[in-house]
């Protein structure tokens, strides 16, 4: 499951920031590729959405 899949078929962007601590816009950008989630925020993700860590930056290497 990609990263785009776990966030978006569990939340509404805006309901991920929130929960992840960080912007509606900053979901947004990380989604489309443009930014790579900080340490901090991949590890919230991870904990949050209870997925292995290594894979948010696997994905953002492959694209998402």
């Known amino acids: 499951m ?3 899949e776990l966030l978006l078929n569990n939340d509404t962007q805006r309901s991920a920031a929130t929960k992840i601590g960080i912007s509606e ?3 947004s950008l ?3 590729g443009k930014r ?3 340490l901090r925020v991949a590890k919230r993700i991870a904990e949050i959405y209870k997925c292995d860590f290594n894979t948010i930056y696997e994905e953002d290497q492959h694209g998402i």
């Open 36 to 38: 790579t989630p900080s």
């Open 25 to 27: 816009g900053m979901v």
């Open 2 to 4: 990609t990263l785009r």
């Open 30 to 32: 990380i989604l489309a």
